[in-house]
């Protein structure tokens, strides 16, 4: 079997992923479209509501509405009014406050694009941060040990929206440095910014520092090494090797800071288009949630396509003729200290867990609302005297096992489509720029109403998409390396490729990203939670947790310490846990 065949016609390859983008936005935006019919809501009673939250419809002013906005008409020929007017360069006009769509879609892009560009600057800059210990001492063949990612994992952990509201009271209320409110200037995207880039950089830093070993332990390092190559050029070559396969991951992160920051343009008041396809969503105004829709749906396009040039780029023609060697991440012995790290995250969340289900979660007491810490309540109090610590315990196992069940499904769903890359591509790229609250209105709609399994639908209704991309992007290097082809040249069937070399190079760093996300499905799951859209009061959910006393974090930053720590605490036992089990069947496997 020829190069050639190993990787496909590029032709009709890229005939089929530009037919599979076309598929899947269509797709998308009929979705979209079919949500004011699928909710089961009368879209003319939601409309006139938006327009006049205190009004009291009659059946004539509804009547009115339909007429006016031609409900009777059906979706279909909506969604074929709508685009006939953009090719035109008409959007249509807002049924709730009869405004002209595109100026207000274009507004808030301009708005969320300029953010999203700020919030990439801090995603790049947490992520060269994180994983600047590794490449210098790979560079210096002085890597002897492997890391435990406890610092990547802390930072992923923490809550984009919860780490707004502490960045605005400290940055923007008390010490004055930055606006807290509003979209003035330049100087407005600096908290929103952080807030966005900083967990998304440690997601990113964490996943290249888990790789960049690999890199180095590759032969060209050892005769770089041997023939006095500068580290710098080394480092230089080691992280151009491993960015190829962390880059796809910036595509869900990119298109997230633009349309899933909802709720941190809610908490700084931005202007952003997250927020306007959320209140266009919510108010059933079809017109700007689907221009809102394209939109992300062209961005995810666009940022796909560059993605994948600079991958092609950054891989060069080994790529295209095979020639790419595997990267074999090398048997590094762990520190003692992550051991006990990750074993003291184990005994703390054990003891909080255990100890929260001793006691009552649903007890209201009224007269110790927002109580401190104390001997009688460990973690103090929320905001109706129940007690955190009870709820805590109570909610561990609802909140990890429906993460842990979301995460297995996103993660098998992402590996099946990775393989199919020239099909997964488009639908990847599309997938990946619908917010997961959108998401969580059309599966409510289906369902027939907010529950936490239609909330995990949801979640993974969209939550797939970071691991198709890696599969993907690992996928088309392990078929362009040596080995690889050797066995084809041997005779190897499907079969073998695929469980001697496929899973092998693919499964290892999908499984430490779906872990390295696992807090973050909590914190989805809980925004939808918040938004009415997933789990109902009064049930004792962390995330929910976070979102109820987000409002209290000024007065009483206590009620978001217990479940932000547990997040935490979870998120570091999950990554220790995997480079356990790593090093294990290494171990397992030399003996």
């Known amino acids: 079997m020829s190069v050639g065949s190993v990787g496909g016609d590029a032709g009709p390859g890229r005939w089929r992923a530009g037919l599979g983008r076309l598929v899947a936005g269509a797709a998308l935006l009929t979705a979209v479209a079919l949500l004011p019919w699928l909710s089961g809501n009368d879209p003319a009673l939601t409309v006139l509501r938006a327009r006049s939250a205190d009004q009291d419809p009659t059946p004539a002013q509804l009547a009115a509405v339909r007429e006016q906005l031609g409900l009777d008409d059906g979706p279909f020929t909506h969604l074929a009014h709508w685009l006939g007017g953009l090719l035109g360069g008409d959007a249509g006009t807002s049924w709730v406050s009869g405004e002209a769509v595109l100026p207000q879609v274009t507004a808030a892009f301009a708005v969320s694009f300029t953010l999203m560009l700020g919030a990439l600057v801090v995603t790049l800059a947490v ?25 990547a994992a802390v930072l992923a952990a923490l809550p984009k ?10 940055g923007g209320v008390w010490l004055g440095w930055f606006p807290s409110s509003g979209w003035e200037g330049p100087s407005s995207m600096v908290l929103p910014a952080l807030a966005l ?23 060209w390092a050892r005769t770089w090494w041997a023939h006095g190559f500068a580290p710098g050029r080394i480092a230089r070559h080691a992280l151009r090797r491993t960015l190829a396969g962390v880059l796809p991951q910036l595509l869900p992160t990119v298109v997230s800071l633009v349309g899933g920051a909802v709720a941190v343009e809610k908490i700084f008041n931005i202007p952003g288009l997250g927020r306007l396809a959320l209140d266009a969503a919510i108010a059933q105004d079809l017109p700007p949630l689907q221009t809102a829709a394209l939109v992300l ?7 796909g396509l560059l993605i994948q040039a600079l991958r092609r780029a950054l891989l060069g023609p080994a790529l295209r003729d095979g020639a790419l060697p595997a990267l074999h991440p090398p048997a590094l012995p762990r520190s003692r200290r992550s051991h006990w790290v990750a074993g003291a995250c184990a005994a703390a969340l054990l003891t909080m867990v255990v100890a929260g289900l001793l006691r009552d979660p649903l007890h209201v007491d ?10 009688a309540h460990p973690l103090g109090t929320d905001a109706l005297g129940r007690d955190l610590l009870a709820r805590l315990g109570h909610g561990a196992l609802r909140t990890v096992g429906v993460a842990l069940a979301v995460t297995a499904v996103c993660t098998v769903t992402g590996l099946l489509l990775g393989m199919a890359a020239q099909v997964g591509a488009g639908l990847t790229e599309a997938v990946s720029t619908l917010p997961a609250v959108l998401a969580g209105m059309l599966a409510t709609a289906v369902t027939g109403g907010p529950s936490v399994w239609g909330a995990a639908g949801a979640v993974c209704l969209v939550g797939w998409t970071p691991y198709a991309a890696q599969a993907a992007a690992l996928l088309e290097q392990e078929r362009a390396s040596g080995h690889m082809l050797a066995s084809l040249s041997f005779g190897a069937g499907p079969g073998y490729l695929l469980r001697h070399h496929l899973l092998p190079a693919v ?3 999908v499984v430490r990203n779906a872990l390295l996300r696992l807090p973050t499905t909590v914190l989805v799951l809980a925004s939808l ?32 310490l217990g479940p932000g720590c547990a997040l935490v605490l979870l998120s570091v036992l999950a990554v220790s846990g995997t480079a356990a089990g ?6 397992a496997a030399h003996l």
Not at 199 to 211: N, R, T, V, W
Not at 366 to 375: E, G, I
Not at 529 to 557: D, K
């Open 127 to 151: 992520a060269a941060l994180v994983s600047a210990r590794t490449l210098y001492l790979g560079s210096r063949r002085r890597l002897r040990r492997g890391r435990g990612a406890t610092g």
């Open 161 to 170: 929206f919860l780490l707004a509201s502490l960045l605005a009271t400290v």
């Open 197 to 219: 880039g900083v967990p998304s950089g440690a997601m990113i830093g964490g996943l290249l520092d888990q790789a960049l070993p690999a890199a180095f332990h590759e032969p």
């Open 297 to 303: 749906v062209l961005l995810g396009t666009t940022a």
């Open 366 to 375: 009224t007269a110790a609302r927002l109580l401190s810490p104390s001997s």
């Open 507 to 509: 499964l290892p760093a």
């Open 529 to 560: 939670g918040f938004l009415g859209l997933g789990e109902q009061p009064p049930t004792a959910e962390w995330g929910r947790l976070l979102s109820e006393n987000q409002p209290y974090v000024e007065l009483a930053p206590w009620t978001v």
């Open 582 to 587: 790593r090093s294990g069947a290494r171990r």
